[in-house]
C-alpha cells in the first residue's frame, strides 16, 4: 500500500512527462517544419506513448491519472476524497508545470516563442463552444476507458490498460488536435501556458475536460459498475 506522498510524486512524474514529451513533440514539429515536421500522428502517438509508459510504470502506485480531468472522474465516484483530489491536482499541475519551464530553458527561445511551448490552441476563426466540445467529447472517452481497463475489475486486464489509455489520448489528438490542440487535459494547458504566458482561450482546457471527465466517470459507475451485481 503506497501513502499519499508516493501517489502525489507518482503523479508529478506522470504529468511531467507528458508534457516534457508531448509538448516537446510539438516544439520539435516546429523546428523541423521546414522539412515537413513530424506531422500530426507522430505529435499524437508522443502523447499517447507517454501517457501508456507512464500509466504502466506507475499507475500501480497512485492509479495513473497525470490528469485532473480524471481525477475530477475519481472525485464524483467517491473513489478519492476530497483533500486528496486537491493534493493530485496539485502535483499533476506543478509536474506539467516544472517540464514545461525545462522545455523553456533548453529548446531555442525562437522555437518555444512560435509554437508557445505547444501550449494547446484554438484554430483561427473556430468558434469557442466547438472547441469547448471537442475537449469535453474528447475527454468523456478517455476517462470512459480509464474506467473501463483500470477500475472495472470486470473490464480488460488491468495490466494493459497503460495502452488502451494511450491509444484513446492518441485518437483524441489526431481528431481535435488541428481545431483546439487536443489538450484533454488541463495541466496539458496549463504548464505551457503558464511557462510561456499564453493563456488565450484557456477556460476551453479547464471546462471542456473536467465536464467529460466528470461525466464519464458518473455515467461508467452509474450505469455498469452499480448494477455489476444484476
Known amino acids: 500500500m503506497y501513502n499519499l506522498t508516493q501517489k502525489l510524486v507518482a503523479e508529478f512524474l506522470g504529468a511531467f512527462a507528458l508534457i516534457f514529451f508531448g509538448a516537446g513533440a510539438v516544439c520539435v514539429d516546429f523546428h523541423l517544419r521546414a522539412t515537413g ?5 507522430a505529435i499524437a502517438l508522443a502523447h499517447g506513448l507517454a501517457i501508456a509508459i507512464m500509466v504502466s510504470a506507475l499507475g500501480h502506485i497512485s492509479g495513473g491519472h497525470f490528469n485532473p480531468a480524471i481525477t ?3 472525485w464524483v465516484t467517491k473513489r478519492l476524497s476530497t483533500m486528496d ?3 493530485y491536482w496539485g502535483a499533476q499541475l506543478a509536474g506539467a508545470t516544472a517540464a514545461a519551464f525545462l ?6 527561445e525562437e522555437v518555444g516563442t512560435n509554437v508557445f511551448l505547444g501550449t494547446p490552441e ?7 463552444w466547438a472547441g469547448m466540445a471537442l475537449e469535453g467529447v474528447t475527454t468523456f472517452f478517455l476517462v470512459l476507458v480509464v474506467f473501463a481497463t483500470a477500475v ?4 480488460t486486464f488491468r495490466s494493459i490498460a497503460g495502452f488502451g489509455i494511450g491509444l484513446t489520448i492518441t485518437l483524441g489528438i489526431l481528431v481535435a488536435g488541428p481545431f483546439t490542440g487536443a489538450a484533454l487535459n488541463p495541466a496539458r494547458a496549463f504548464g505551457p501556458a503558464l511557462a510561456s504566458g499564453h493563456w488565450l ?6 471546462v471542456g475536460p473536467l465536464g467529460g471527465g466528470f461525466l464519464a466517470g458518473l455515467l461508467y459507475d452509474s450505469v455498469f459498475l452499480r448494477k455489476s451485481g444484476g
Open 85 to 87: 483530489s486537491v493534493a
Open 201 to 206: 482561450n484557456w477556460g476551453i482546457y479547464w
Open 72 to 74: 475530477i472522474g475519481f
Open 152 to 155: 472495472d475489475e470486470r473490464g
Open 103 to 108: 522545455l523553456k530553458l533548453v529548446i531555442p
Open 37 to 41: 515536421g513530424l506531422g500530426l500522428l
Open 122 to 128: 484554438l484554430m483561427r476563426d473556430f468558434p469557442r
